[in-house]
């Protein structure tokens, strides 16, 4: 068995997706040559956003060159900068028998155009026929990413992007809609941080010492089986009322990573403790060093006003930390 990491999890490397929100919009079902913004509760840490929609044209009317018939997705953010990525259907030579319907992709932002490639394969340009268009947004890498067909996803290609935008779906005529998805991740470490600093907390804990609970806790021992658990360094942590839920109380990262240690800044929420009706006894939430959120049957407790010991029976790891 591999061990798992309450203070740090083995690195595989970093997936925002772990912890995705998705939307379905199931009431959407079909528009009528208009546009609709999608309410959609997008956290301020939001690092990524999939937005995917499938529909088909209800009328097309060929043409030489491109239809008038369009639909696709809106992304508008905070700054102006609004962004459409469209499906266009058209013909290269209308009435010929050298005709070749194709499907245009084009990604605008605000009046310019920034990307647009043809298809001639892999979408549907009759009536009825349905296409996915998907876009997948990544604010740390500053790209949004746009992959569209009939059956099977092709990268249509990259554009950059440098907000979270409120996504919508527009079409220029009658559609049906059969999938509309919005998936939101957070940064697990813009998630973590608190409007704490290390100054803060000195000044705070100075003019709380009535409180058994508040205060600066270091490292002491653990009982720890590598098998199950690896610990991430040897913390020193701060503990304060929380302000969101009476009885509970946060706690703060001061020091002492080793694992993922250039993540870790002090003021950052390392865990909760919440009350239970046994006097210092808690239930306990807690992230590990890879920014993992670990609730499962975990437990605190507070010994004399002196030792806190976190219980991470299903890890085999008892952490204790002795008042500073």
């Known amino acids: 068995m591999k061990p798992f990491s309450l203070l740090i999890l083995l690195i595989l490397g970093t997936s925002f ?17 208009d546009t609709t913004q999608l309410l959609v509760d997008i956290p301020a840490s939001t690092a990524m956003m999939t937005v995917e929609a499938r529909a088909a044209f209800d009328k097309v009317r060929e043409r030489d060159g491109l239809s008038d018939a369009s639909w696709g997705i809106t992304l508008a953010t905070d700054s102006g900068a609004d962004y459409i990525v469209a499906l266009t259907p058209g013909n290269s030579d209308f009435g010929s028998a050298f005709d070749e319907p194709f499907m245009q992709v084009t990604v605008s932002r605000n009046d ?24 997948e947004i990544d604010i740390v890498a500053g790209q949004m990413n746009i992959f569209g067909g009939s059956r099977e996803l092709e990268l249509v290609g990259p554009v950059p ?4 935008p409120s996504p919508g779906l527009f079409s220029s005529v009658p559609l049906t809609v059969s999938t509309m998805m919005v998936e939101t991740a957070t940064d697990p470490v813009a998630a973590a941080m608190t409007p704490w600093t290390l100054e803060e907390i000195d000044s705070y804990l100075s003019q709380s010492p009535t409180d058994p609970v ?8 653990r009982e720890n089986d590598p098998d199950y658990a690896i610990p991430g360094g040897r913390y020193t942590l701060a503990i304060v009322a929380s302000g969101d839920i009476p009885g ?16 870790w800044s002090p003021g950052m929420l390392k865990g909760r403790l919440l009350p239970t009706q046994f006097i210092d006894h808690y239930d306990l939430r807690w992230t590990d060093a890879s920014f993992t959120p670990v609730t499962r049957d975990i437990h605190a407790s507070i010994t004399q006003k002196a030792i806190l010991t976190l219980n991470f029976p299903l890890y085999k790891t008892v952490l204790r930390f002795s008042r500073k």
């Not at 155009?113 to 340009?125: E, K, N, Y």
């Not at 508040?214 to 021992?221: C, S, T």
Request: glycine share 12%; no cysteine.
């Open 161 to 164: 992007i440098e907000e979270i």
């Open 214 to 221: 508040e205060g600066y806790w270091e490292y002491l021992d």
């Open 112 to 135: 310019s155009v920034i990307l647009t490639r043809r298809f001639t394969r892999g979408f549907s340009t009759v009536k009825g026929g349905f296409n996915t268009l998907t876009a």
């Open 248 to 263: 509970a109380y946060d706690i703060l990262y001061v020091s002492g990573a080793q694992k993922m240690a250039g993540l």
């Open 17 to 33: 997706h772990a912890g995705a929100k998705r939307v379905y919009f199931d009431s959407l079902r079909t528009l009528t040559g």
